[in-house]
Each structure stands twice: as structure tokens, then as C-alpha cells.
């Protein structure tokens, strides 16, 4: 719970507050402090589900947009299956693969999109 709390007010504070992410990251223990990928760019859990949503992992196998919710929603597609695919990609490390709390954390995203799509725009 704790990590999952860690993760996502990381990946708020960092859109928040983008010149201090590497502050933040420095204070992260190591088990949720994010590795370096090939790129120099590594998704946090919220990117990742947008880079899925957007059609950035198409290529890999993950369906954008209506047909991510809909697959997502009858367990064709899984918070594992998002991660496997940004390490295909060279996004993330095969390391995440592993990890427990990120792969909960972009679990949690997806629900998060699911509901904030139910729910249309402006309603919130």
C-alpha cells in the first residue's frame, strides 16, 4: 500500500513540479526509485498507461484508445502486458518486469483512465 501510495504521488509531484524530480527521486528508496532505461527516458506508471492509450505500443501488441479500455476490461490486456511492451521497446529495464509496486501503480492508472473516460469530459 505504502509503495503504491509512493509511486503515485511521485508521478503527480513530478508533473506538478518538474525540476524537482531528481530531488525527489534521491529521497526514493531504491525498490521504487526507477533504473535508467537505454533512451534516458523511462515512463512512470501514468505515462505508460498514456503512452498505451495514445497508440505508442501498437507494434508491441497493445491496442490505443477505446479498443486498450475494452481489452483491458475483459482481460485480454493486463498492467504486466503494458509493462512487457515498454520493455520491448527499450522504455523500461527488464528489471520492471519484477516489480511488483510498479506494475500495482500502473494497475491503478489503468483503473483511474477507465473511470475518468466513464465519466466524460467536464465531469468531474
Known amino acids: 500500500m505504502m509503495k503504491r501510495l ?9 508533473f506538478a513540479f518538474p525540476w524537482g524530480g531528481a530531488l525527489l527521486l534521491s529521497t526514493i528508496p531504491p525498490a521504487i526509485a526507477p533504473a535508467a532505461s537505454a533512451s534516458g527516458f523511462q515512463p512512470n506508471p501514468f505515462q505508460l498507461v498514456n503512452m498505451a492509450y495514445e497508440g505508442a505500443l501498437v ?6 484508445h477505446l479498443q486498450l479500455e475494452q ?13 512487457m511492451a515498454a520493455v520491448q521497446t527499450g522504455d523500461l529495464p527488464e528489471s520492471r518486469l519484477q516489480d511488483e509496486g510498479y506494475i500495482n501503480a500502473v494497475r491503478s492508472q489503468m483503473r483511474s483512465l477507465m473511470i ?9
Open 6 to 14: 509512493a509511486v503515485g504521488l511521485l508521478s503527480v509531484l513530478s
Open 59 to 64: 507494434e508491441q501488441g497493445i491496442p490505443g
Open 71 to 83: 481489452d483491458y476490461t475483459a482481460g485480454r490486456i493486463r498492467p504486466r502486458d503494458l509493462v
Open 116 to 124: 475518468d473516460n466513464r465519466r466524460g469530459p467536464f465531469r468531474h
